[in-house]
């Protein structure tokens, strides 16, 4: 594997690290399409758990962060996780047993769905105090299964999905509600990424150049971040059509 690629790998990782760090989600999205048309990598299902690999780390990341501030709701953000592994193993499981062309058709189709989903304004209101009680189990179980599926299948973070169903099931706050998604995020793509690994469907050196890559560009993005706040909607605007744009590439190909 050249350098050349390599390189252009670790840029992929800086442009995910930076829109994720801008806007808290959905950049990781672009991990498969990148290592597919710019890096290279002719194998999709390959493609797939290497993202999901990268993913998994950049969420473990975020959730050190979280965890420190005290705003992951553990026991409401385990039992979510936990249903969703069986959900994203067996994802990852189907996902394999597909053509690739089809899957990355899927994978667009669920592409604009992400940057659509990141259009729909979220109530911040919500129970800060919240805790665990036997109900919520049986309404975070089965969402927390669906969402492991179809991050599983598609090799995404899932985030997008995760949050909106801890707020519904739990009444937590958005602020919680996207801290505690990290559990499920580190879990999910690490489940997807291990099971691409034992098929031998995921490619060691890109992954590291996607992980440093996406430190960079977190870094970066750090001091952007506050200059862009006076101008997030215009910039979540921007970033939901390049995604939009990427997806009716793909199906365009």
Not at 22 to 36: C, E, K, Q, Y
Not at 81 to 90: E, K, P, S
Not at 117 to 136: A, Y
Not at 178 to 205: C, D, E, K
Request: charged share 10%.
């Amino acid at each position: 594997m050249g350098l050349e690629t390599l390189l252009l790998a670790a840029l992929g990782g800086a442009l995910i690290g930076l829109l994720l760090t801008l806007f808290g989600g959905g950049g990781s999205v672009l991990a498969t399409p990148w290592l597919v048309y710019v890096v290279g990598l002719t194998d999709i299902h390959a493609a797939i758990g290497t993202s999901a690999a990268a993913v998994a780390v950049n969420a473990v990341a975020g959730l050190a962060g979280q965890a420190r501030a005290g705003r992951v709701k553990w026991p409401c953000a385990t039992v979510f996780a936990i249903a969703g592994l069986a959900g994203a193993l067996i994802g990852a499981q189907l996902a394999k047993q597909v053509d690739g062309t089809a899957l990355l058709r899927w994978f667009a189709f669920a592409m604009i769905a992400i940057a659509v989903s990141m259009l729909i304004p979220r109530k911040g209101e919500g129970d800060p105090g919240v805790r665990l009680t036997g109900p919520m189990v049986f309404k975070l179980a089965p969402v927390g299964f669906g969402t492991g599926l179809a991050a599983g299948f598609f090799g995404i973070g899932g985030g997008f999905l995760i949050a909106p169903g801890l707020m519904a099931a739990t009444g937590m706050t958005l602020a919680n509600a996207g801290a505690s998604s990290l559990v499920s995020v580190s879990l999910f793509g690490s489940a997807t990424s291990l099971s691409y690994a034992l098929s031998g469907q995921l490619v060691w050196p890109l992954f590291g150049a996607l992980v440093l890559g996406g430190l960079v560009g977190t870094l970066v993005a750090l001091p952007l971040a506050r200059r862009l706040s006076s101008r997030a909607p215009l910039a979540r605007m921007m970033f939901v059509a390049m995604v939009i744009a990427v997806a009716f590439y793909i199906l365009a190909r």
